[in-house]
């Protein structure tokens, strides 16, 4: 299984990005995809997920109002749309998969991307 995270780049804030996260290797049938972020010397957290059906979605109430997840099953691919971002939404962001519900902890989850550089100045 590879995930390939891509649509990184330098913004200032207030501006956007589109990540988008494609996935290959296996069916991903009944999986949920979710993003994740690490900024420099701190741990990893939950940004975003969608279920298999794209029925379910959770923000983390850092991005709600801001960021939309959304997956296009029949590509395997699963976008993050970030909107009006903050400095403080500079991280690098994973894309990660696991079978079955979201869950909020990074362990819980199967495959991870490389991980995309994001970086949001004031």
């Known amino acids: 299984v590879q995930l390939q995270a891509s649509g990184g780049g330098s913004v200032q804030a207030g501006g956007s990005l589109r990540l988008s996260c494609a996935a290959s290797g296996r069916t991903f049938s009944g999986y949920t995809m979710s993003w994740f972020r690490q900024a420099p010397g701190k741990e990893r957290k939950f940004v975003a997920a969608i279920n298999w059906s794209g029925g379910e979605r959770y923000d983390a109430d850092s991005v709600k109002g801001r960021f939309t997840i959304s997956r296009d099953n029949a590509k395997n691919t699963v976008h993050l749309q970030m909107n009006n971002l903050k400095p403080e939404d500079t991280a690098v962001y994973y894309c990660?998969?696991?079978?079955?519900?979201?869950?909020?902890?990074?362990?819980?989850?199967?495959?991870w991307g490389q991980g995309t550089q994001v970086t949001v100045s004031s």
């Open positions: 990660a998969t696991r079978r079955g519900g979201t869950q909020f902890e990074p362990y819980r989850y199967d495959y």
